[in-house]
């Protein structure tokens, strides 16, 4: 199998590649998703992505397959971008307890011969968050550098009444329309 190469710095996106068997290296852009003036969720996000693809192939060139990807999470007519501090992570955070959450996924996959681009969604249907839980969670690291200071496998995970759609898309990777595309490939 030939491998690719991730243009990203998310843990969370290596580790679904790896959890699912693709072979890869990672290697971020340098593109700046605050350069961008989009209010649109799904436009922001693909246009996150396709910045990081274009940034990324400029900086390296495209010898090796590469996937980009980028989420973003909304509720309530808002935009839920990554927290700046703790008290915005609390605003964000509050804005979803309680309320129907999208996470969106933008993902593009480019070689020299083909791309392959999907936009997904994924619906969380949350329950009130308990406070004091949300006060602990504020307390660690793990709501900083995550869309909508949201984790759905970590503190999100005991709130979810109803879930519509992958979770792989709310970890912020289609792997189930990833995995197909690339066995189709001569990429595998």
Not at 30 to 51: C, I, Q, W
Not at 52 to 67: A, C, Q, R, W
Not at 124 to 152: H, P, R
Request: proline fraction near 2%; aromatic fraction near 10%; charge should be negative.
């Amino acid at each position: 199998m030939l491998g690719i190469i991730l243009g990203s710095n998310s843990v969370t996106r290596a580790e679904i590649l790896k959890n699912s068997g693709v072979e890869f290296i990672q290697r971020a852009t340098s593109f700046d998703e605050e350069s961008l003036h989009v209010k649109n969720p799904a436009h922001f996000v693909y246009r996150a992505t396709m910045g990081k693809m274009n940034s990324y192939v400029d900086e390296f060139g495209l010898d090796t397959p590469v996937l980009c990807a980028d989420t973003v999470v909304t509720c309530k007519g808002k935009l839920l971008r990554k927290a700046k501090d703790v008290n915005d992570a609390r605003d964000i955070l509050l804005t979803q307890s309680g309320g129907v959450v999208s996470i969106l996924t933008c993902m593009v996959f480019k070689s020299k011969k083909l791309e392959f681009i999907d936009l997904s969604s994924t619906d969380y249907i949350f329950n009130e968050f308990d406070k004091t839980a949300l006060e602990e969670y504020l307390k660690g690291d793990d709501w900083k550098g995550k869309a909508g200071a949201c984790m759905v496998e970590g503190f999100c995970k005991d709130y979810i009444k109803e879930v519509r759609g992958y979770e792989s898309t709310a970890m912020g990777l289609c792997i189930e329309k990833l995995l197909p595309f690339l066995e189709e490939t001569d990429v595998y």
